[in-house]
């Protein structure tokens, strides 16, 4: 169970630290800080003994209450059928803190109802109206529906008070409510609801392996303290911080933590020193050092990428308030200051060794943009958009210069388009093609739209129509079909009342040719084969003239030409042929004459040899 344990530990600080985001407004270089005032609502009803046997919801609380800075006004309630002050709202100091560590424990299953309405109510004490000097927030766990009766009916006009009485009134107040469900059986809509409507963070948890990454994005979006980069353990602290909050979950290897200080001390639990406090769960270990000595600092635990180095230092990050729910394609202006006591730093030769980035991650891909720095506002500045991003999207500020490091981290939830289409294709050029569209209207107000969409044809030809939602897009069709484009333009509010400005990734469809164009097409074709066939054999007649005609052209061709060519070959054939009878004969006669001579020689040899 110490995972489980961790898990929830994650999921208050992030609310914690989501609460703990303070909007601050700088006019000629100062800041005023906007007071904190955080409120914890704890479910414990009966239903929580199967959700939460083990009580998760203690150590998870302990968490918050040890994090929550000095100063800030804080509380805890506790609720069933009934609502209880677990611990008293006042100003946080370390007695309250100390109280609020004793009072978790007191937290059980014991509840008949859960009476979320009254909750609400009484947690919400003393807000009747806006205040731009304080940030509001209430974090509200639950694992239930609204139940305060047997009587199903009583439970519904309950549930329809909330929505319609107690709701406002908080918006109103521009408090934020954070929702937490525990279990598939709670109310997510009506949790979900709670937190958009008032720009909260909503997440559902159905099971302890899902406990962590949902925390962990509760994590991000809401931590607007200041941190210090991590890297296998090791974090460099500076001259500026005062305080430093180690915050190390454990594993279930069962390795002590241990702090090693640039000055070589090791540092652990049983460590008797006044400037560092350490408070101990099975799922983590949260130590406090007053005045950390400045260098290189180690962690002797097992690496985990949730443990932080959260500050407070005379040098600080001012980041513009970030909504913590938007639209695909919203555009997000991102802005930062750089602090020293509370005042924005305006010195020119300092922010110029300022190097600020901001990462973005979609999940599947990121992407590293560097801020802009703007002289004229002494700030860091980078702008973009969420595209066509539906989902968690994740920035991680970092700001380096020679003498510090601080990192900054959110979650942003992405709800994609304030519309949703549905495309009817025609298959003929007598009916248009329809697109038909519904409002997202558990995130946009659905009066508040206004709606421009662009059509191009497949010939590229554009069209721009004003939109009734209550009626589809019409768009003649052509016969040869072809991919059809339909983009919007869309300006609305959000259910917190935030005015927006998107363009959605546009709609395409393909529409098929109609029967009448593909027989056309063939017939067409057909024609064009049979005047291709003929064509061809023309062209074969063309190239091979009758015989008669041949030899008529010869008889023409042969007496202009050949007489005088054959008229001379005869005669030196007929040279040719006398010169070879001439050698022919002189070459008989001599070889008769010589024939002849031997013959006679031969005689006469005889004659005489016959004559001895």
Same mark, same amino acid.
């Given at each position: 169970?110490?995972?489980?344990?961790?898990? #929830?530990?994650?999921?208050?600080?992030?609310?914690?630290?989501? #609460?703990?985001?303070?909007?601050?407004?700088?006019?000629?270089?100062?800041?005023?800080?906007?007071?904190?005032?955080?409120?914890?609502?704890?479910?414990?009803?009966? +239903?929580?003994?199967?959700?939460?046997?083990?009580?998760?919801?203690?150590?998870?609380?302990?968490?918050?209450?040890?994090?929550?800075?000095?100063?800030?006004?804080?509380?805890?309630?506790?609720?069933?059928?009934?609502?209880?002050?677990?611990?008293?709202? /006042?100003?946080?100091?370390?007695?309250?803190?100390?109280?609020?560590?004793?009072?978790?424990?007191?937290?059980?299953?014991?509840?008949?109802?859960?009476?979320?309405?009254?909750?609400?109510?009484?947690? +919400?004490?003393?807000?009747?109206?806006?205040?731009?000097?304080?940030?509001?927030?209430?974090?509200?766990?639950?694992?239930?529906?609204?139940?305060?009766?047997?009587?199903?009916?009583?439970?519904?006009?309950?549930?329809?008070? $909330?929505?319609?009485?107690?709701?406002?009134?908080?918006?109103?107040?521009?408090?934020?409510?954070?929702?937490?469900?525990?279990?598939?059986?709670?109310?997510?809509?009506?949790?979900?609801?709670?937190?958009?409507?008032?720009?909260?963070?909503?997440?559902?948890?159905?099971?302890?392996?899902?406990?962590?990454?949902?925390?962990?994005?509760?994590?991000?979006?809401?931590?607007?303290?200041?941190?210090?980069? $991590?890297?296998?353990?090791?974090?460099?602290?500076?001259?500026? $911080?005062?305080?430093?909050?180690?915050?190390?979950?454990?594993?279930?290897?069962?390795?002590?933590?241990?702090?090693?200080?640039?000055?070589?001390?090791?540092?652990?639990?049983?460590?008797?020193?006044?400037?560092?406090?350490?408070?101990?769960?099975?799922?983590?270990?949260?130590?406090?050092?007053?005045?950390?000595?400045?260098?290189?600092?180690? #962690?002797?635990?097992?690496?985990?990428?949730?443990?932080?180095?959260?500050?407070?230092?005379?040098?600080?990050?001012?980041?513009?308030?970030?909504?913590?729910?938007?639209?695909?394609?919203?555009?997000?202006?991102?802005?930062?200051?750089?602090?020293?006591? /509370?005042?924005?730093?305006?010195?020119?030769?300092?922010?110029?060794?300022?190097?600020?980035?901001?990462?973005?991650?979609?999940?599947?891909?990121?992407?590293?943009?560097?801020?802009?720095?703007?002289?004229?506002?002494?700030?860091?500045?980078?702008?973009?958009?969420?595209? /066509?991003?539906? /989902?968690?999207?994740?920035?991680?500020?970092?700001?380096?210069?020679?003498?510090?490091?601080?990192?900054?981290?959110?979650? $942003?939830?992405?709800?994609?388009?304030?519309?949703?289409?549905?495309?009817?294709?025609?298959?003929?050029?007598?009916?248009?093609?329809?697109?038909?569209?519904?409002?997202?209207?558990?995130?946009?107000?659905?009066?508040?739209?206004?709606?421009?969409?662009?059509?191009?044809?497949?010939?590229?030809?554009?069209?721009?129509?004003?939109?009734?939602?209550?009626?589809?897009?019409?768009?003649?069709?052509?016969?040869?079909?072809?991919?059809?484009?339909?983009?919007?333009?869309?300006?609305?509010?959000?259910?917190?009342?935030?005015?927006?400005?998107?363009?959605?990734?546009?709609?395409?469809?393909?529409?098929?040719?109609?029967?009448?164009?593909?027989?056309?097409?063939?017939?067409?074709?057909?024609?064009?084969?049979?005047?291709?066939?003929?064509?061809?054999?023309?062209?074969?007649?063309?190239?091979?003239?009758?015989?008669?005609?041949?030899?008529?052209?010869?008889?023409?061709?042969?007496?202009?030409?050949?007489?005088?060519?054959?008229?001379?070959?005869?005669?030196?054939?007929?040279?040719?042929?006398?010169?070879?009878?001439?050698?022919?004969?002189?070459?008989?006669?001599?070889?008769?004459?010589?024939?002849?001579?031997?013959?006679?020689?031969?005689?006469?040899?005889?004659?005489?040899?016959?004559?001895?």
């Amino acid at each position: 169970m110490k995972f489980s344990g961790q898990i #929830i530990a994650i999921t208050f600080v992030t609310l914690f630290l989501a #609460i703990n985001s303070q909007q601050i407004h700088a006019q000629n270089s100062s800041i005023q800080k906007n007071d904190l005032d955080i409120r914890l609502v704890i479910d414990i009803s009966g +239903s929580m003994k199967q959700n939460d046997p083990n009580k998760l919801r203690i150590p998870a609380l302990q968490l918050v209450t040890n994090l929550m800075p000095k100063g800030a006004e804080s509380g805890v309630w506790a609720f069933g059928r009934y609502v209880n002050m677990l611990v008293p709202l /006042g100003k946080v100091d370390q007695e309250w803190q100390e109280a609020s560590t004793q009072a978790a424990k007191k937290i059980s299953s014991a509840g008949l109802y859960t009476n979320i309405g009254d909750a609400l109510v009484k947690a +919400s004490y003393g807000w009747t109206t806006p205040d731009d000097n304080e940030k509001r927030s209430i974090i509200l766990l639950t694992d239930g529906m609204v139940d305060i009766s047997k009587d199903p009916n009583v439970n519904k006009r309950e549930r329809e008070k $909330i929505i319609n009485t107690i709701l406002p009134k908080l918006v109103k107040a521009n408090i934020k409510i954070h929702t937490i469900a525990l279990s598939q059986n709670a109310d997510h809509e009506l949790l979900k609801l709670l937190s958009v409507k008032t720009d909260g963070s909503y997440q559902s948890v159905d099971t302890a392996e899902q406990l962590q990454k949902v925390f962990l994005q509760l994590f991000e979006m809401s931590a607007q303290r200041d941190a210090l980069p $991590i890297s296998e353990n090791k974090f460099t602290v500076d001259a500026s $911080i005062e305080e430093m909050t180690i915050l190390v979950f454990k594993s279930d290897s069962g390795k002590q933590t241990r702090l090693h200080s640039p000055d070589q001390k090791v540092i652990d639990r049983a460590t008797s020193d006044t400037t560092v406090r350490w408070f101990s769960t099975e799922g983590y270990d949260l130590i406090t050092v007053d005045k950390p000595k400045a260098g290189d600092w180690k #962690i002797e635990a097992d690496v985990d990428p949730e443990n932080r180095v959260m500050v407070v230092s005379k040098l600080g990050l001012l980041i513009d308030d970030l909504p913590n729910n938007l639209l695909s394609g919203e555009a997000i202006n991102y802005q930062m200051r750089l602090t020293e006591d /509370g005042k924005v730093i305006a010195r020119k030769e300092f922010l110029k060794l300022v190097e600020a980035t901001l990462l973005q991650d979609k999940g599947e891909q990121q992407q590293r943009l560097a801020m802009f720095h703007d002289s004229s506002a002494n700030s860091f500045k980078q702008n973009f958009f969420t595209d /066509g991003t539906e /989902g968690t999207l994740k920035l991680e500020l970092s700001v380096k210069s020679p003498t510090f490091e601080r990192v900054r981290q959110h979650s $942003i939830n992405i709800y994609g388009s304030p519309l949703t289409e549905q495309v009817e294709v025609s298959s003929t050029d007598k009916t248009p093609h329809r697109v038909i569209f519904s409002v997202r209207e558990d995130i946009v107000q659905m009066d508040s739209l206004k709606v421009t969409a662009t059509v191009i044809n497949p010939l590229g030809e554009k069209q721009f129509l004003p939109l009734t939602l209550s009626e589809p897009i019409e768009i003649s069709p052509l016969k040869e079909g072809g991919r059809y484009s339909v983009a919007f333009d869309i300006k609305g509010k959000s259910l917190s009342g935030r005015d927006f400005s998107v363009s959605p990734d546009p709609v395409k469809f393909d529409a098929p040719a109609t029967e009448e164009y593909l027989a056309e097409q063939a017939t067409k074709l057909e024609s064009e084969k049979q005047n291709q066939l003929a064509d061809e054999l023309a062209k074969q007649t063309d190239e091979t003239p009758p015989e008669k005609d041949d030899s008529k052209e010869k008889q023409v061709v042969e007496p202009a030409i050949e007489p005088e060519v054959k008229e001379d070959q005869t005669q030196w054939v007929y040279i040719g042929l006398g010169a070879n009878l001439v050698l022919f004969g002189l070459g008989y006669v001599v070889w008769v004459m010589i024939k002849k001579r031997r013959k006679k020689s031969a005689e006469s040899m005889l004659d005489e040899l016959s004559g001895e």
